[in-house]
């Protein structure tokens, strides 16, 4: 599915650098990974947008839009809005309520984040990570898709039922 994006809403440009360095830092927990080259392949050419098809659904039935993915721009360079949803300043916030599986990638508007669960396979499964219900160690996560081709293709324009 070719999804569009909001006109002028991507970041700031894409840093091969910053995201070694994020692949980097994953490979000290788990020395095997890798981003999925799906998903790589999408976020380079769509880098940090808004989605206009931005409805997903979770396993449980709920229907959320994703208010943007996040970024791997050069904090050092990039617009203060850029630097807020960039992946590293993202992780920092979040990483002591994550668990070493789970890789943010898109933002929700009401602080929840989708990240990759690294935990049992590869590509990985994309999960909800709940940000009101998760503790320090203790992620609180809903399963949303089997990997990202097949979330890409689930998102909507609208809300569905």
């Known amino acids: 599915m070719n999804i569009e994006y909001v006109p002028h809403s991507f970041a700031h440009q894409f840093s091969e650098r910053e995201m070694a360095s994020i692949e980097r830092m994953l490979k000290l927990d788990l020395p095997n990974f890798e981003f999925d080259p799906i998903y790589l392949s999408h976020i380079k050419s769509h880098h940090g947008g808004k989605p206009v098809q931005k409805f997903f659904h979770t396993s449980s039935g709920l229907c959320l839009p994703i208010e943007r993915f996040l970024n791997f721009s050069d904090t050092s360079s990039a617009p203060h809005d850029d630097k807020i949803f960039n992946i590293s300043v993202v992780w920092s916030l979040i990483e002591d309520r994550l668990n070493e599986y789970l890789v943010p990638f898109a933002a929700l508007p009401n602080g929840d984040f989708l990240c990759f669960d690294y935990e049992h396979e590869n590509p990985p499964q994309i999960v909800l990570w709940i940000n009101e219900l998760s503790a320090e160690d203790q992620p609180q996560i809903e399963p949303v ?13 609208t809300i569905e039922p």
């Open 145 to 157: 898709s089997q990997d990202f081709k097949t979330f890409l293709h689930s998102l909507s324009p």
